[in-house]
């Protein structure tokens, strides 16, 4: 008995351990925006909240067809009399009941024809497929969150990275001031204008590195990982981001690829069936019927009442018809037809709106899409520029330091304008598919 109960023990705390591990799983080093979609489409909480839903709802529909099963059901007294019943029978007044009397009733209905049980039957798939809907929904969701906030630490990154670049040239350029000054060939203003560069891209640097931080914990979030784990992200070069961030522009809008729209398809579907339904209040219910009762009585005591039974035992149907109910089921059939047009006119106004949040994003994009190419163009230019200058300054202040200074800043303007808008372009590109009805899952 002890060793069976190390083993149950062990198997329990091996599993334990598994979810355990499961529950606090975690990416592997360089994560892409792929992995990070899927982690989160397992581990978001909405997500599972979803799942969940779907299971109620599949719950639901199972209570709602189980009225087609029999229903079986017992009933049970017992009951003393302190005062026997009494009735006029032939003029004299007789006992009409026993003093003790128990009884054991068993009942068994049937539906037939049940408007409720029948409705059951025929949206079970349809209800279903909104749950699934529903979960589709949550998921491009969060999808398209998680790419943007996957996108966003890495501009963040670069933003750092295009810093630390900045940082290591005014450290040269500090040097090249100071040795200078040194020799005699500047005052002391191009050094002390160097330092100050120096410590406002440090400062800037630094911000840039707290900010980092807040865009990794929204990406978390958003994913539902684990906040005391790291999460490596994979670097992206220039080269590939370009290509993530190309689309076809000349693409034209579908809106029955829109989950909404789908989700209003269905809707449809659950109207008409509730026009059928209401339709089907003017017709009777039919249900089949058995009884079986046990009926014990005694005049004496509790203890003599149960040894003889006088049972008795039917079939039968039951036909149920309301007549007359002041108009109420002809006034429920309208209002389920006018749902019917109001969510017929929500779909051709779902369309117009998609039509409409597809071109303004397209808009968007191409806006954005102009202004990368320019800054791209102008990042070569500006390095160009500050080569020139620096090689000048560098071989005995041909020119002042404030223009080294200035192609500096140009430079680093350049670089970090650039990486804005080639990865505000990615994330335009995230909401054209969305508006596409391109996420799908």
Not at 46 to 68: F, H
Not at 98 to 119: E, K, M, P, W, Y
Not at 327 to 349: C, F, P, S
């Amino acid at each position: 008995m002890k060793r069976y109960l190390y083993i149950v023990c062990s198997f329990m705390a091996i599993g334990s351990f598994a979810k355990a591990q499961q529950n606090n799983a975690v990416l592997a080093d360089s994560a892409g925006v792929d992995e990070c979609v899927q982690y989160a489409l397992k581990h978001y909480p909405e997500v599972q909240q979803q799942y969940i839903n779907e299971k109620i709802t599949n719950s639901q529909i199972k209570t709602r067809l189980a009225d087609w099963y029999p229903q079986i059901g017992m009933n049970a007294d017992l009951q003393h009399y302190f005062q026997v019943p009494r009735t006029l029978n032939g003029g004299q007044v007789v006992n009409a009941g026993v003093r003790n009397t128990s009884g054991v009733d068993f009942g068994l209905t049937q539906n037939i024809f049940s408007r409720d049980a029948l409705l059951a039957s025929q949206t079970k798939g349809t209800v279903i497929q909104a749950a699934q809907q529903n979960t589709a929904a949550t998921k491009i969701d969060v999808a398209a969150g998680v790419r943007k906030a996957f996108y966003d630490v890495l501009l963040t990154r670069e933003q750092i990275n295009v810093l630390d670049e900045d940082i290591i040239r005014l450290k040269k350029s500090l040097h090249d001031a100071t040795s200078l000054y040194n020799a005699g060939f500047t005052d002391p203003t191009d050094y002390k204008r160097a330092t100050i560069s120096l410590n406002n891209s440090v400062a800037q640097q630094r911000a840039q590195q707290a900010l980092l931080v807040s865009k990794y914990a929204t990406l978390k979030q958003l994913m539902g990982y684990p906040n005391d784990q790291a999460l490596n992200l994979r670097t992206a070069d220039a080269s590939s981001l370009e290509q993530e961030a190309v689309f076809d522009t000349t693409t034209a809008a579908q809106p029955q690829n829109r989950i909404e729209y789908k989700q209003l398809q269905t809707q449809l579907a659950l109207d008409a069936a509730n026009v059928k339904y209401q339709k089907w209040s003017y017709i009777p219910t039919l249900s089949g019927v058995a009884q079986y009762n046990l009926a014990f009585m005694s005049n004496s005591s509790f203890g003599n009442m149960f040894n003889r039974n006088y049972p008795n035992s039917f079939v039968g149907l039951q036909l149920g018809f309301p007549i007359f109910q002041g108009g109420k089921r002809t006034q429920n059939i309208h209002i389920a037809e006018m749902q019917m047009d109001v969510d017929k006119l929500g779909q051709d106004n779902l369309a117009n709106s998609i039509n409409a949040e597809y071109q303004n994003t397209l808009a968007v994009y191409k806006g954005d899409l102009v202004n990368y190419t320019t800054l791209k163009d102008n990042v070569e230019l500006a390095r160009e520029v500050y080569k020139t200058i620096s090689l000048k300054y560098q071989v005995g202040g041909i020119i002042t330091y404030l223009d080294v200074i200035n192609a500096e800043t140009d430079l680093r303007t350049a670089e970090i304008n650039y990486s804005n808008a080639l990865y505000q372009l990615i994330i335009d590109k995230v909401d054209i598919e969305k508006s596409l009805g391109l996420i799908q899952y």
